[in-house]
């Protein structure tokens, strides 16, 4: 019986160039932007060329429903540098971010919005102030084109409210976008509405934010995606991103202390009322002050369990795997 031959490679045959790794990755979540798709390719790639440092563009289709996908897979088709991303359903633009930072391999990570608004001529711009010196550079949508009482109103105030409460201060913090360090951004686990504080959140760490004007244009295909209605999310988010900055790693101490207070203060009323009984003499039984304290004393008890519980689900957090907060239909282009 005559062996399989195995060919080989002539001797002379020089090894394929390995593709030179990105300088910059371009994180763009998209949910129904098939007629915006075309135009952001086009006007995205031709900021990118001029910039004359290898890139990538990692376009997440989060669920879309209607052709935003084929457009993207016929455009993945002649450009390699363009990767795709598709979930198998809607899991929010938190999720495209997440997706995107996970695949990118660029020193540089740049977010942007897909709905034409941002404009790709300011990345450059962007990108030399935080090569400058600065791990997070936000844009500031200084001259919004937006309405004002359902969309600019709501968000100059929570800008400030999220400035206050976390001691980031920047004009704009639902601006999409950014550049960041991809350190920065590797290092960050995003949850629920999380991807708008990630400069709050970056800050932890002890990086360098800032912020340039950025242009911004109206809307000119579709609709937007997110409406007044998010506020309560955003305002919940902000009480889980203040506790992360300041808690995430010490719950007991929050937990605990509210816990001790509520204990403390049940206990001195209840030596106040035995006081009461046992010296004075008099009947404490129909005083809806001891019910009071018992029930800030078991208040206490609680807090304090759990406490001790969230000291458990951190260590947890930070010891266990880390999984993913979507799942992926199919990808192109993948690294």
């Not at 598709?86 to 633009?93: A, P």
């Not at 300041?246 to 605990?256: A, I, K, L």
């Not at 001195?268 to 009071?292: A, E, K, Q, T």
Request: proline letters at 5%; charged letters at 20%; a positive charge.
């Amino acid at each position: 019986m005559i062996p399989y031959a195995v060919a080989a490679a002539p001797q002379d045959a020089a090894p394929a160039a390995a593709a030179p790794a990105p300088y910059l990755s371009v994180v763009v979540p998209i949910y129904n932007e098939e007629e915006s798709i075309p135009h952001l390719y086009a006007q995205l790639t031709a900021s990118l060329e001029r910039l004359g440092k290898p890139y990538e563009i990692l376009a997440v289709d989060d669920g879309s429903r209607d052709g935003s996908f084929a457009l993207l897979r016929d455009l993945a088709a002649s450009d390699p540098r363009l990767r795709v991303v598709r979930f198998r359903r809607n899991f929010g633009q938190t999720a495209g971010f997440a997706a995107g930072f996970d695949r990118a391999r660029g020193e540089w990570v740049v977010t942007i919005d897909a709905d034409l608004q941002n404009d790709p001529d300011d990345i450059p711009a962007l990108l030399a102030k935080a090569e400058s010196g600065f791990d997070v550079v936000s844009g500031w949508r200084a001259r919004r084109q937006d309405p004002f009482l359902n969309r600019r109103l709501p968000s100059l105030i929570a800008n400030r409210v999220i400035s206050w409460a976390t001691g980031v201060h920047l004009h704009d913090y639902g601006c999409s976008l950014k550049v960041y360090r991809a350190e920065v951004v590797k290092n960050i686990d995003l949850y629920g509405e999380l991807h708008r504080f990630i400069p709050a959140i970056a800050s932890w760490q002890g990086v360098a934010v800032t912020e340039l004007p950025v242009n911004h244009a109206a809307r000119k295909y579709g609709k937007s995606k997110y409406g007044i209605g998010r506020t309560t999310r955003v305002l919940l988010d902000l009480i889980t991103v203040r506790f992360l900055l300041s808690y995430s790693t010490r719950p007991m101490q929050v937990f605990g202390g509210i816990g001790l207070l509520s204990g403390a203060l049940g206990s001195v009323l209840l030596l106040y009322l035995g006081y009461v009984r046992l010296i004075i003499g008099r009947s404490i039984g129909d005083r809806p002050l001891l019910l009071l304290a018992v029930l800030m004393v078991l208040i206490g008890v609680q807090f304090l369990a759990l406490g001790l519980l969230g000291e458990l689900i951190t260590r947890v957090y930070y010891e266990g795997r880390n999984r993913p907060i979507y799942v992926v239909r199919e990808e192109l282009n993948g690294g």
